[in-house]
């Protein structure tokens, strides 16, 4: 098949449904354009929890081309929170998996479309120069590469031409503190402590931030940054850690 559709004369996307059978990470790209990668996701957040546990594991392959495909999203789906729907779309987008809405769009709310709208995050899944997915740099509530369905990884970063994505996520059944350190975020340059920063939700530009962001999260919540060019000696810094 896949031979078959690289004889035409014009770019045909060939999804593979192994639903993660068979190690397709490890060969799907040279296949298909996307493969699945779990089982079938549902409305629950107890199993888009697992689902987003079981892909951080399986990013290496993605690139240019070739995506794991976690299975569609369930935004404005079953009961998820306003604060699950935006983890959801912001962890999926990071991963680079295919963002294919599975809801009835006329009767989204605008709170929930603004959500898939995310100009931030769609930038860093279509991004141009970077093909690669944000992945985790550190699980946070386990110790790191711990396999966990209720407590997936909860630190993210990933490189994009707009700057480094960073997302913090708590995966607890209540309000907890997630503190972003800039000395650990893979992407960022270590003779910087301090970045031009943007909040993904709101779009407010953060300024100067010194050494990182630490926020209390709401329960399955997520939070995001750009965080852009490193900032001068001189520069007026704003501390977001408490």
């Keep these: 098949m896949r031979d078959a559709l690289l004889a035409q004369n014009r770019t045909i996307l060939y999804s593979l449904c192994e639903w993660g059978t068979a190690d397709v990470p490890s060969w799907g790209a040279t296949i298909g354009s996307s493969w699945r990668t779990t089982q079938d996701i549902t409305s629950k957040w107890s199993k888009i929890s697992e689902i ?16 794991g495909d976690p299975d569609m999203l369930e935004v404005g789906n079953g ?4 604060e699950e729907n935006r983890s959801h779309f912001a962890l999926w987008a990071a991963m680079k998996s295919p963002l294919i809405i599975g809801t009835a769009l ?34 946070g ?12 990884a909860e630190y993210w970063s990933g490189q994009s031409e707009a700057g480094t994505l960073v997302l913090a996520f708590n995966s607890l059944g209540e309000a907890a503190e ?6 650990e975020v893979p992407q960022l340059d270590k003779t910087y402590t301090a970045f031009e920063v943007t909040d993904i939700w709101s779009g407010e530009s953060l300024g100067c931030v010194q050494d990182g962001v ?3 999260i709401n329960s399955h919540d997520t ?7 490193g900032c001068a000696a001189g520069a007026k810094l704003r501390r977001s850690r408490n």
């Design 106 to 139: 006329n009767s989204l709310s605008s709170d929930l479309v603004d959500i898939l709208k995310n100009k931030y995050l769609l930038a860093f899944s279509q991004d141009n120069t970077y093909g690669k997915p944000a992945t985790p740099y550190k699980w």
């Design 223 to 229: 939070v995001g940054f750009l965080v852009g060019k």
């Design 79 to 82: 009961d998820l929170t306003i």
């Design 178 to 183: 997630r503190d972003i350190l800039w000395s």
């Design 141 to 152: 509530t386990n110790p790191d590469w711990t396999f966990n369905a209720t407590n997936p």
């Design 214 to 216: 630490k926020k209390t």
């Design 52 to 67: 987003l546990n079981e892909n951080s594991f399986d990013l290496n392959s993605v690139d240019f081309w070739g995506h």
